[in-house]
Structures are given as C-alpha cells and as structure tokens.
C-alpha cells in the first residue's frame, strides 16, 4: 500500500521560482502571489470545506467553472525526495497500445509540456526538442507555453503550442504507435514569419534550419526513424482506430457536459495501458495494495471483465504481507464483485483453493480472538500494531460478498457467513467501546479500535489523523455501518466538520511533497482515496457531495485538458511556485476515484437493485440535454437508459434488468422544476415522488418508456 504521507524533502525550486532543469532568460517567473498564497493556507487551516461549501451553497450547485477559479493547474511531477521526475519538472503521460488486458508492454513517456520523449522509464533513452537558437527547450517559458491538450479532447495524442525567445511559433503533437515495436512520432509545424531571425529545431542529434519568415512541418520518430507525412498520417489514424475499438469494449457513458465524458475516456485509456500497476516509468511502477485491486473492482464496473480479470489474477500472486489480512480481505471481495458482474464462474473455480486458504487462515484467528481478527500494522508508512477498523471490516465484506458468490460451494459459503456473523458482532462491540459522540454532533469513530485514538480536531494537523482519513473510508464503504444509521451520519458529520475534504477531493498531509516536518496548515490532497468516499457518499445519497467531488477533481485534482493526476497534489504552494506538483504521476487509483465517481452517480448499486441518475448535475437536465448509459455492467444483469430533457418534460427510457426487484430513476432537474405528472406508455403513472424527483419503477420489466411533465421555470444562476 502506497500513501501519499511517505517522507520526503521539502521542494525548493531554484532562484524566483524558476521551473527545475533552468529558465530560460528574459522569461517572467510563474510565481504564487502573496493574496493567492494566504487564501489557500486560509481554506487549508479552516475545518469546513470552505471552498466546496461555497459551490454548494451557489444557485446551480458546484461546476467546473466554478471549482477551477481557486487553485493554479497541476503542472510539475516530483518523485523521491522532492526531486523533480522529468528533465523540465513538467509531468509526462503514458502512452501504448497493450496487445492485451496485462496493459503496457511497453510504453512512451511524453513530457507534457513538449520538452521530452522518454523510452520506457524515468532516466531511460530519450529524445529532446530544443528550439530557438538550437538551445532553448521547448516549452521552458511557461508564459509562453499553451496548456498542453489531447487530440479530440481524449485520445492519448498530445498538443502543445509554444513561442520561443525570438517569437518563433511552434505547433507540436506527439503520439506511440506499435510499428513493429512501440514507435513515438512527433509532427512540429514551424512558424518564423515573426521571428527575429533564423530559427534552429533540433530533435536529439537532428538538427533543421528554418529561415526567418518561413513556415515548415517537421517530422520525426523515437526511436529514430525515417518518417513520411503519409506514414505519420497512417500511425496516428491507427492510435484513433486502436483506442476507439478498445473504449468499445467497456459500457458506453454519454453525457452534456464534454469535459467530463473526455476525462472518463482518457483516465480509461490510461489504467488500460496501466491495469496492475500503481503507476508508469518510475518507482511506482508496481501493484500496491489495496489501491490495485479498487482499480480491478472500477474496470470491472465499466465493463471491461478482462482486464478485471488479469489484475485480480495478478494480485493472487504478490504475497500477503505486511497486513496480510487487509490483503485477503480486499481479495475476496474483489473476487467477488468480479464474479457477480461478470458472471465469470470459471474463475472463482480457479481461485477457490487460495480463497478456501485465506478463510482458513482468518477463521483461525476469528476464532481463538474471540471474533476479531489479530493486531497487524495499519500501513506500510505507519509500522504500529493494530485492531484496524478498515481491514476488520473489509474483511467482514469480503466474507459475505464471496459467500454469496460461492453458490457451488455451500459448506463453505456457510462457514463464511458464520465468520463474518461473529467478527461483525466483536466489532460493534468494540466500535462502541471506542467511539466519541462530539459536542458538534458529530461521531468519531476510530480506525485503532480499543487503543484510545482520540478524535483529531482537524485531521490534517497530525500524521494519524491524515492516516485516519485515508483508510476509514474503506470501513465505510464496506457497508458496515448502514446507510443512514446513526453512525454514517456521524461520520459523515465528523469528516465534513474536521477538515476531511477541500473541493470535494479527500486531504491528506502530502508529506512526500511538502517534507516529513511540514507544518500545518501546509497540506494537499490525496483523491487515491476517493473510491471508497465515493461509495460512501452514494450509499448515504449524498448527491451534491459527489457533483462536488466530479468538478473538485476535474478542477483540482488533475492536470485540466490531458487528465494525469499523481498520488497526492499539492494546494498550499511549494516555495512560492505558482503552479502546483503531483507525486509520481500518473496513478491509477486516482483515475479510478474519479471513474468510480461518475459510475455512482449514474447508477448505483444496492443490496436489493438499482439506483439510476441520483447525482447526477442539475445542468444535465437543462432542455435540450440528454444523459444515457448503455450495457452497464450490475449485480441484477447490464442495464441501460436514456434522459432527454425538453422545455417542459424529460422523457425516460429504461431497459431494466430481469433480476433487479428495486429500480429507480431520479431526474435532478435545474432549481426551481418539479415533476407535475408521469405518463407510462400514455397511461398515467403515480409512483413518483415529486419532492425529490424519483420515479419507482420496481416491479416492471423490460424497455420501458415514461415522460415526466415539469412545472414551475429554472431558477437563474
């Protein structure tokens, strides 16, 4: 398991703010302003979401806009130490074609900012653009960088714009193609009609001479490569085609609102090339638990079975250690949420001998520990011995989630069902034994059950209490504590009252960028984490905290047109530097947050069936605004639907699944709209609710087709 709280240095950039690896002359420095600094440090230091509760508060709810005027874009990549990871500090994006669900065989690294293409992994062969006189780095003026962009908004086709020191322009895209071996190409289209005099482009030990007033395309390969228009042309049509027929593959998500349906694309096709690994082409390359296994269980839920399949096949072969527990914990319930989606009944035959082993191994110790299971260390960052309420209780799920599924196996899932009984008994015993209902109404409930944690009055001033808001939203995602129970509430209560979140994104102490002794309130966010917040907030239908995680992560958590995010990002600025740095970029995991996300707010699932379009965005439903999802993968078999909102109606159809006993639709309709009637095949239909706009729809079966009437006018912004 890798938290972003791992130790590191504090991040000094050189001189006033200059990007690593030199500025070039004469370039203004991208420096944070003393107001935009304290208004961050304000927001870091307050115990409320002040920022998200402002969007909240807003007529329309949380957007994009919105969400994206508080902080600078993400722009550097640090890894080890607070080094910076590329030879500019600018992040890099992941690019292949995986000849199957394993993902990258091998991969590009494309430095966003057009500087650089890497071979394989950090420190590895690479290919350098150098502009201007020959020695000015492409992109190395961030004033007169463009935001680097993707081709279409979401292929893995990247575009840069840039102006050097003698006003030159330049207009690059870069991709990899499989050409016999992954190959990246890279087109520069040269403008010199401005520039002061002749202009130098080198490309590694390539080298073109552009005379002053001239226009020239320039093409190469890396490795090198002669390179023709026409086959440049070939390559890039083959990555359009490549990743389209893969996209196809999953369920198709369709929203009004491009930004987000680019974004769900794009962090697609980066765990498709990433899959097991926590991260790409540098020391993160590796599966980390548990965080690999929620990507398995997020790709499972988009349909693509496959690749589920492979990680989860993969995660069987790392040993359990050092919290060998929470490994077997999230394994069984991994397996199990694969098997129900997937019907796959193969492969839970193939895995039950180590599943058998893993139940043998915890009964073993439910027990002889009078029904909890034994101390082990919270993390790999935290090496203390404990009665972990996260790993206790996912493996209360897990136990429960694969007894249903191991319907071939009765005494078995009957022995799992008998465990899980008595260990969920022992920890309500000790959760109550160790909870504090506080004076703000709030309920803390600790991860180190009968040890004394006490509440934390801001979980980012200490290290535990980031650790605590990092892994207790496993325990609340695995449904131990019931929806709406008295405890959700309070937890809920807790985390949004004691600094748990900033625009929607899960906090944390970042101290692998800011320095083990950094003082709060310096922090930053760590949405690897929001999977489990996620589930949590649509279990207790929480929907304008989900809108508000959906725009805080497009805005805050992730780089704004190319979608990378790292392990943890920082909010307070990092000695000044106006753009803000991510820790070894990209992860997986945090895709899959953002992926998991919009999931539950499209449909979400329950013990007993479907919730459709409960959190979705108000703006969704505007007239003229169609939502739709088709062949999504469920408990109950693949459901699809479609919202089509006019100016006086939203027509719904539905394709319900045979085994869902419960379906419901909610249309979020803009502020000031509410249901006046439905009409079910021109037939009138009363099971709605028009307070909150939810159509009950259990019970029928097959396409079904109703049109909701609106009353009252959209309340403007």
């Known amino acids: ?322 919290y060998p527990n929470w490994k077997k914990g999230e394994r069984l319930l991994a397996v199990a949420e694969y098997v129900r989606l997937s019907d796959d009944r193969a492969f839970l035959e193939r895995t039950t001998p180590v599943l058998r082993g893993y139940v043998a191994a915890l009964g073993r110790q439910i027990e002889r520990g009078g029904g909890l299971l034994g101390r082990e260390r919270y993390s790999s960052d935290i090496p203390a011995a404990v009665l972990g309420l996260h790993s206790q209780t996912v493996v209360w799920a897990g136990l429960r989630a694969i007894a249903d599924e191991w319907t071939g196996q009765p005494a078995l899932a009957a022995r799992c069902r008998r465990l899980a009984a008595q260990l969920g008994a022992a920890l309500k015993r000790a959760v109550r034994r160790s909870e504090r209902a506080l004076p703000d109404g709030s309920l803390f409930v600790p991860v180190q059950l009968l040890d004394g944690e006490r509440p934390y009055a801001s979980l980012t001033q200490e290290r535990l209490g980031s650790y605590w808001n990092l892994v207790m939203p496993y325990a609340l995602a695995s449904g131990f504590f019931a929806p709406g129970s008295r405890e959700a509430k309070g937890v809920l209560g807790y985390m949004l009252r004691h600094g748990s979140r900033l625009l929607g994104l899960v906090r944390a102490g970042g101290y692998a960028l800011y320095g083990r002794d950094a003082r709060p309130p310096v922090s930053g966010t760590d949405q690897v984490y929001g999977n489990s917040d996620a589930r949590f907030l649509a279990d207790n239908d929480q929907s304008d905290q989900l809108v508000l995680s959906l725009y805080g992560n497009l805005a805050a958590g992730m780089t704004q047109q190319t979608f990378v995010s790292g392990e943890a990002a920082t909010i307070a600025p990092l000695d000044g530097a106006a753009y803000r740095a991510m820790y070894l970029p990209p992860n997986g995991a945090s895709n899959a947050a953002f992926l998991e996300t919009l999931r539950v707010m499209l449909v979400h699932e329950t013990p007993s069936g479907l919730q459709l379009a409960f959190s979705t965005p108000r703006s969704w439903l505007e007239a003229g605004k169609r939502i739709a999802v088709s062949g999504a993968p469920t408990s109950f078999g693949p459901v699809s639907y479609s919202l089509a909102a006019r100016s006086g109606s939203v027509s719904v159809r539905v394709e319900i699944p045979a085994r869902a006993k419960q379906l419901s639709v909610r249309l979020r309709l803009p502020r000031g709209r509410r249901i006046a009637a439905v009409t079910l095949a021109g037939r009138a239909f009363r099971r709605f609710d028009a307070a909150d706009a939810t159509l009950d729809l259990s019970g029928l079966s097959g396409p079904v087709e109703l049109v909701a009437r609106l009353s009252g006018t959209r309340a403007a912004h």
């Not at 083959?238 to 349906?261: F, H, K, T």
Request: with cysteine; glycine share 10%; aromatic share 8%.
């Open 1 to 322: 398991m890798r938290l972003a709280l791992l130790a590191g240095v504090l991040l000094l950039l050189a001189g006033s703010n200059a990007r690593p690896g030199g500025a070039t002359a004469g370039c203004p420095a991208a420096g944070a302003t003393a107001a935009y600094t304290n208004r961050t440090l304000s927001a870091l230091r307050a115990r409320t979401d002040v920022w998200g509760n402002r969007l909240l508060a807003a007529r329309g709810g949380p957007t994009y806009e919105g969400a994206r005027g508080y902080l600078k874009p993400l722009l550097f990549a640090r890894g080890p130490g607070g080094k910076p990871l590329t030879a500019s500090g600018v992040y890099y994006l992941p690019f292949a074609q995986p000849d199957g669900p394993r993902g990258a065989g091998s991969v590009a690294l494309h430095v966003a900012d057009g500087s650089q293409i890497i071979s394989e992994r950090i420190g590895g062969r690479s290919l350098s653009v150098l502009v201007g006189d020959g020695r000015e780095r492409f992109g190395s003026c961030l004033a007169r960088l463009a935001a680097p962009a993707l081709a279409g908004g979401y292929l893995p086709i990247l575009e840069t714009r840039y102006t050097d020191a003698v006003r030159a322009r330049y207009r690059q895209e870069s991709f990899a193609a499989r050409a016999g071996r992954l190959v990246s190409f890279v087109q520069i289209a040269v403008d010199a009609r401005q520039a002061r005099h002749t202009v130098r482009l080198r490309l590694g030990h390539s080298s073109f001479t552009i005379r002053r007033g001239a226009l020239r395309t320039v093409y190469a390969a890396w490795p090198p490569r002669a390179v023709t228009p026409a086959a440049y042309a070939a390559a890039r049509a083959s990555v359009n085609a490549y990743w389209r027929e893969r996209l196809a593959d999953g369920m198709a998500i369709s929203v009004p609102e491009p930004r987000v349906q680019n974004a769900e694309r794009a962090l697609l096709i980066q765990d498709l090339v990433l899959t097991w690994r926590y991260s790409i082409g540098n020391p993160y390359e590796e599966f980390s638990f548990p965080e690999s296994v929620d990507v398995a269980q997020v790709l499972a839920e988009h349909g693509f079975e496959s690749v589920a399949r492979s990680i989860l096949t993969t995660s069987l072969t790392r040993e359990p250690t050092p």
